[in-house]
């Protein structure tokens, strides 16, 4: 009998000890993904740019790896590191290139985060070398994107005014034509700095002047009725603020514009006016240096309260400053970034948006 409790106690003690190493070997592969699943994520919100905006990739790249070594101290190689355009709307197989460029740049982090002989030194085991195996190699992979934005959705910071689209891509560096057959002008006299404030001087973004006289006619800039087809300026001041509310998409006025999915989709028919009120000049002042969102359009019918726009995108932009006082009225803006949930996502091969972004997303490898 105490020999067969000692032959059972041998066997008993190895089970624990193996579980106890095995126990180690997977908190260890749980605490790795979680640091790897961060820097992804942090590297592909990096990665947001505009139309013809150099690739940020030492910047993703350094994002990666600040965040992994927020939680740990570990190396990553850069080996062990790529950007990779990911679409998750192809066909499995095809969703994956490690090819890409200024126009079609890369959206997504792919990440191998390692305790091996390779990178960190594997882990040691408390009762492996019983079995012989003194350490064993911990490997895991991780991988996130970021998809523009499509449709918008109620919450968002969308403004209500809209901008031609030419100008949008005159302040990115194309050359465009306004409407009177100049050339659009822009220039680089404004600097926003990360805590929001706006100073005079150039941080390498142009700026383009909105609702001048000099640009186009009736108007580049005008309000749109976004909600009720006679809102006034207690709307206008809320949704420069905040956004349109589910009351706002849900007006009998603007409800058949929804798609099912609660989004507003472009290309879409808005009315609007052509002036800019002074009654908002304190709510734009209020979101100086803030990014926002902003309808393009193309073409507009009419004028005044007749005024019909036909927007075909969204862009981000910063509201810089302000001259009310003039006539025309004048807003600065420059092309920015919006990271937000209350939209829906667009496939990066043609996307709808510009600098409007979903927030990123962890995909299996």
């Not at 030492?58 to 080996?79: G, H, I, M, P, Y």
């Not at 909105?210 to 709307?235: M, Y």
């Not at 603007?254 to 879409?268: H, M, Q």
């Not at 002036?275 to 709510?283: M, P, V, Y």
Request: hydrophobic share 40%; proline share 7%.
């Amino acid at each position: 009998m105490i020999a067969l409790v000692v032959i059972l106690l041998v066997f008993l003690v190895g089970m624990v000890a193996f579980a106890i190493d095995t126990g180690y070997v997977a908190a260890t592969r749980t605490r790795l993904q979680g640091d790897g699943d961060a820097g992804a994520l942090a590297g592909a919100c990096k990665l947001t740019t505009w139309p013809g905006q150099e690739v940020p990739e030492s910047a993703a790249k350094a994002e990666v790896r600040k965040f992994v070594q927020l939680n740990e101290d570990l190396t990553v190689r850069d080996e062990d590191l790529r950007l990779v355009r990911y679409n998750p709307f192809k066909p499995a197989g095809e969703r994956l290139t490690t090819t890409y460029s200024i126009a079609s740049p890369p959206n997504g982090c792919e990440l191998t985060l390692r305790r091996d002989r390779l990178a960190n030194g594997p882990i040691d085991l408390s009762f492996g070398p019983v079995l012989g195996h003194s350490a064993a190699d911990v490997r895991i992979k991780s991988m996130a994107y970021i998809l523009p934005a499509k449709g918008i959705k109620a919450g968002a910071p969308l403004l209500p005014y809209t901008m031609q689209i030419d100008y949008y891509f005159a302040c990115v560096g194309q050359q465009r034509t306004g409407v009177d057959g100049k050339p659009i002008e822009v220039a680089d006299n404004y600097t926003v700095r990360s805590d929001g404030s706006v100073t005079s001087g150039p941080d390498g973004v142009f700026e383009c002047v909105l609702f001048s006289s000099t640009q186009n006619k009736p108007g580049n800039f005008g309000s749109l009725d976004i909600g009720s087809s006679s809102n006034g300026t207690p709307e206008l001041q809320r949704q420069i603020l905040r956004g349109p509310t589910t009351g706002d998409f849900h007006d009998p006025d603007f409800f058949a514009k929804i798609a099912a999915d609660e989004a507003l989709y472009t290309p879409v028919t808005l009315t609007g006016d052509t002036g800019l009120s002074t009654s908002t000049k304190h709510a734009f002042e209020v979101t100086f240096g803030q990014p926002r969102i902003i309808p393009l359009y193309d073409t507009v019918v009419g004028t005044g309260d007749g005024a019909a726009y036909h927007i075909v995108g969204y862009a981000a932009i910063t509201v810089l400053v302000e001259d009310f006082n003039g006539n025309p009225k004048k807003l600065w803006i420059q092309p920015s970034k919006v990271m937000t949930n209350r939209a829906t996502a667009g496939d990066i091969d043609g996307p709808v948006s510009y600098g409007v972004f979903m927030p990123p997303r962890l995909v299996i490898p």
